[in-house]
């Protein structure tokens, strides 16, 4: 198969290619575009604009891939 997942010694082969670095990078992202809420403004606009929401998908993406790294690493504690 083409896309055929392989676990070996605690890192994700995805056809051959590590995928362990997508975490630390997505979080590099976020801390170079996240720009925190302003004194004043409401959750509503906050969230309406799309550098925002790169924020959130980053850090959901980011905190994902810390928990799957963990699962990797000690698989008998979770």
């Not at 959750?43 to 980053?58: D, N």
């Amino acid at each position: 198969m083409l896309c055929q997942l392989r676990i070996a010694h605690s890192t994700i082969l995805l056809v051959g290619v590590r995928i362990d670095w997508v975490g630390p990078l997505c979080l590099g992202f976020y801390y170079l575009i996240h720009v925190p809420i302003q004194k004043g403004e409401t959750l509503k606009a906050y969230f309406s604009k799309p550098r925002s929401l790169v924020s959130v998908g980053l850090t959901i993406v980011g905190l994902v891939a810390a928990l799957h790294t963990l699962h990797h690493l000690f698989p008998k504690h979770f």
